[in-house]
T-cell receptor, first 113, second 112 residues
Framework: EAQVTQNPRYLITVTGKKLTVTCSQN?????MSWYRQDPGLGLRQIYY???????DKGDVPEGYKVSRKEKRNFPLILESPSPNQTSLYFC????????????FGPGTRLTVL | DQQVKQNSPSLSVQEGRISILNCDYT??????FLWYKKYPAEGPTFLIS?????DKNEDGRFTVFLNKSAKHLSLHIVPSQPGDSAVYFC???????????FGKGTSLLVTP
């Protein structure tokens, strides 16, 4: 089944404790992206990757890091999480950056205490 | 600054009637528009899209209308079904290769 998977689905952590949210897609897509969804703000892009080893900042990159060492994986790293990073996070992928319809993962709900 | 606006946070419609969800945008460079549907505890799923060279696109019960001069698009669902109850996000892109800009979403409730 073609899909985007994220782990963990739910995470409660404390301020300053480094964490990684994994994202994997099995569709051989070149383009991958991370979004966060907050009440009243919709979906905002954090980082995106056009292909392996090519990443760039989205609208709200502060406090996040990403890497794209393999085509299928695009982990989101929070080196020192803070309470304002409590949010619902979505990973998405599409065949290329020029293909606008993106396929989204199920989401990761992160709470930073 | 929100470039894609969905000014109605929620909408309630009776089953069988038409649902109309609205979206406005401010960036005149946007030329590709999409609607995504999101159920609780799931990621958004692509529903329908429209390019700026068209003013209407249909897919079954779903139709999207684009009014470029007014910078406005709408999603019509006819007839509405209870399974359509979800949050609908409008998104826009300034040509291929640019990031999607999402609205805040409209929560649609279709009552039996």
């Amino acid at each position: 089944e073609a899909q985007v998977t994220q782990n963990p689905r739910y995470l409660i952590t404390v301020t300053g404790k480094k964490l990684t949210v994994t994202c994997s897609q099995n569709m051989n897509h070149e383009y991958m992206s991370w979004y966060r969804q907050d009440p009243g703000l919709g979906l905002r892009q954090i980082y995106y990757s056009m292909n392996v080893e090519v990443t760039d900042k989205g609208d709200v990159p502060e406090g996040y890091k990403v890497s794209r060492k393999e085509k299928r994986n695009f982990p989101l790293i929070l080196e020192s999480p803070s309470p304002n990073q409590t949010s619902l996070y979505f990973c998405a992928s599409s065949p290329t950056m020029s293909y606008n319809e993106q396929f989204f993962g199920p989401g990761t709900r992160l709470t930073v205490l | 600054d929100q470039q894609v606006k969905q000014n109605s946070p929620s909408l309630s419609v009776q089953e069988g009637r038409i649902s109309i969800l609205n979206c406005d945008y401010t960036n005149s460079m946007f030329d590709y528009f999409l609607w995504y549907k999101k159920y609780p505890a799931e990621g958004p799923t692509f529903l329908i899209s429209i390019s700026s060279i068209k003013d209407k696109n249909e897919d079954g019960r779903f139709t999207v209308f684009l009014n470029k001069s007014a910078k406005h698009l709408s999603l019509h669902i006819v007839p509405s079904q209870p399974g359509d109850s979800a949050v609908y996000f409008c998104a826009a892109s300034a040509s291929y290769g640019y990031a999607l800009n999402f609205g805040k979403g409209t929560s649609l409730l279709v009552t039996p």
